[in-house]
């Protein structure tokens, strides 16, 4: 028995109570009051509460629809993460991932939002325009922002405002007098993310404009061409000027003498065409074989259309001996292709010219220039020069009566320049397009009449 007590009381003396062994530290925790977090199809911001036991980092999965609106990391305790995410206008549901970590802790939070429909209506499927212009109103309802598609503005209508917002509100179609006997049709196209909308811009037919109908009161029909014979009497009333390159206002286009490629009538009118022909370009400039003193002076041109193109209707003097700018110029109309349907008219002589910078000229916006006939007109007087667009006066210029040729050159006989120049210091400003040829400047016709 004491041999037992004995082996026992050894055997406490070597196993006797031991210390508590070091507790593993404690892993980092976070808790989401909700996951995954839904966000609204329409965008805006949402925000989940989060309680965490130490800092944690945050990195998005580098989706650009979302982003995040608070601080990049979490800190021990209950904060708030924000998210702003866009409209969804795609075609379909879309997920995202936030991730955490905090040392070698990682968590994730994930990002759902559901399809937005974006949607429009109109008051009206259709505005239709009367042919005098005019505006027309249709009311809208949107329950997002709609943009129009440019490309499927015409240059006859125009909107304002040109993208719709959301709510309620009235889009405004403003159109430009018709000349043109057939109704015109147009859908315009609104697009709201993948999501479009078409509303139909509709004009009724306008009235063609009447012969005549600008001629001022007292003047008579002395001379015309109306184009309407074949191509081989265009020399009837025209000689044609043989020009290589640069030879005036570093144009590109070669002038070549009577040629069917460059200058022929087709459907009633004459058509001066610029166009490729091997390494250069080849076009047409025009003088009338006849000239006047004082006249009303006018033409119908279709424009064409292209960076590069250079279109005139202008007048030179038969007396050339004392040189340009000294002779006197006029410049009925002019436009260049980069900056579409702005026609102008400008005078030179020599104390107003635009070598010096002081040449007399007048600009404006021809809606349709490029796309249709417009009536270009001169009425000169030995008291003034005034020129016109379809009948609305443009530029006036008059005679200071100080007898003197430097301000006045205009007291002879002129001639009659229609050409259609590529490139060039003011055609060329900003470069050449080749593909915009071949082009055409189209003449319906050219009248002069005298009191």
């Avoid at 399809?115 to 239709?128: D, G, R």
């Avoid at 020399?235 to 070549?256: I, T």
């Avoid at 104390?351 to 000229?361: D, E, F, R």
């Amino acid at each position: 028995m004491f041999s037992l007590l004995s082996a026992l009381l050894v055997l406490l003396s070597c196993h006797g109570p031991q210390p508590d062994p070091t507790p593993e530290p404690a892993k980092a925790s976070i808790q989401f009051a909700v996951s995954p977090l839904t966000l609204n199809p329409e965008g805006g911001e949402a925000s989940v509460k989060v309680t965490a036991s130490a800092t944690w980092s945050i990195t998005t999965d580098g989706q650009d629809w979302y982003a995040l609106s608070s601080a990049s990391q979490v800190y021990s305790g209950e904060s708030l993460i924000k998210v702003t995410a866009q409209p969804n206008n795609t075609s379909s549901a879309r997920q995202a991932t936030l991730s955490f970590q905090s040392g070698d802790q990682k968590a994730t939070l994930t990002l759902n939002q559901g399809l937005f429909v974006p949607e429009l209506t109109f008051s009206a499927a259709e505005v239709v325009g009367e042919g005098d212009g005019g505006e027309v109103a249709v009311t809208t309802s949107a329950n997002a922002v709609w943009t129009v598609v440019e490309e499927d503005i015409d240059y006859w209508f125009s909107l304002s405002p040109k993208a719709i917002a959301k709510g309620n509100g009235d889009l405004k179609v403003k159109f430009t007098r018709s000349y043109v006997d057939q109704k015109r049709t147009r859908q315009v196209r609104f697009r709201s993310g993948d999501h479009e909308k078409v509303l139909v811009v509709s004009q009724k037919e306008g009235e063609p404009v009447p012969e005549g109908a600008y001629v001022p009161e007292g003047y008579t029909l002395v001379w015309q061409d109306d184009f309407s014979e074949t191509s081989d009497h265009i020399v009837d009333n025209w000689r044609f000027e043989d020009w290589a390159p640069g030879r005036v206002n570093n144009e590109l286009q070669r002038y070549v003498p009577n040629d069917r490629r460059t200058a022929f009538t087709k459907d009633g009118a004459l058509n001066i065409v610029a166009r490729k022909d091997g390494g250069q370009v080849i076009s047409a400039r025009m003088n009338s074989r006849q000239s006047w003193k004082y006249a009303y002076v006018e033409a119908a041109i279709w424009l064409p259309r292209g960076k590069g193109t250079w279109p005139a209707f202008w007048m030179m003097p038969d007396d050339f001996s004392k040189g340009w700018p000294d002779c006197g110029e006029i410049d009925i109309m002019e436009e260049v292709g980069v900056v579409p349907n702005e026609t102008s008219s400008s005078i030179h002589c020599n104390a107003y010219n635009h070598v010096k910078g002081t040449q007399k000229t007048a600009k404006r916006d021809t809606a349709g220039a490029e796309n249709e006939f417009h009536v270009y007109a001169m009425e000169w007087t030995e008291n003034y020069i005034k020129t016109y667009v379809d009948g609305n006066l443009l530029l006036e210029f008059k005679n200071d009566k100080a007898g003197n040729d430097k301000t006045w050159p205009f007291n002879k006989s002129f001639y009659i320049i229609l050409n259609l120049a590529w490139g060039g210091d003011w055609g060329g400003m900003q470069g050449v397009d080749e593909k915009a040829l071949p082009c055409t400047m189209k003449v319906d016709y050219v009248r002069v009449y005298k009191k």
